[in-house]
């Protein structure tokens, strides 16, 4: 049965995962350099703390992980996708509320963008035409039966 999924799928889903997968090994095998030089603006949200850092890259990694699956599979993997794009928005809603409430400052706002908000609405896309494509899936098969 041929898929109907679009083309740019496939290969937004590799970068997301290879990117969420570097992003958590740099927090769980060196959350200090990840915490202090790798990523702008990580020192104004408080203190260091080594565990939370590497707690962070552990999930980072899992929804790296899955996203490779999704990659590898979109259609079948659509749950990896919609995990990651829950993750994505509550990571979002986060950083809204703490520029809201003045504990971030919109100095490195472009990394924002560019690493939580967009990423996040790709997958939010991403999920609902997987899951849009697997309706029709499932109705078509449903037809020819």
């Known amino acids: 049965m041929k898929s109907n999924i679009p083309r740019w799928i496939v290969p937004v889903l590799w970068i997301m995962a290879v990117l969420d997968i570097v992003n958590g090994i740099e927090m769980f095998f060196f ?86 908000y967009i990423p996040a609405i790709l997958l939010i896309a991403i999920t609902a035409i997987l899951y849009s494509q697997s309706d029709e899936t499932r109705t078509a098969a449903a037809r020819s039966a």
């Open 31 to 116: 959350p200090s350099a990840w915490f202090f030089k790798l990523v702008p603006g990580v020192p104004e949200t408080g203190p260091y703390n080594m565990h939370l850092v590497m707690d962070g890259g552990t999930f980072f990694l899992a929804v790296g992980v899955g996203l490779v699956f999704a990659a590898i599979n979109p259609g079948r993997n659509a749950i990896a996708v919609a995990v990651a794009a829950v993750a994505g928005v509550m990571h979002s809603a986060l950083h809204l509320y703490s520029h809201a409430a003045g504990l971030l400052s919109t100095e490195h706002l472009l990394t924002e963008i560019l690493g939580i």
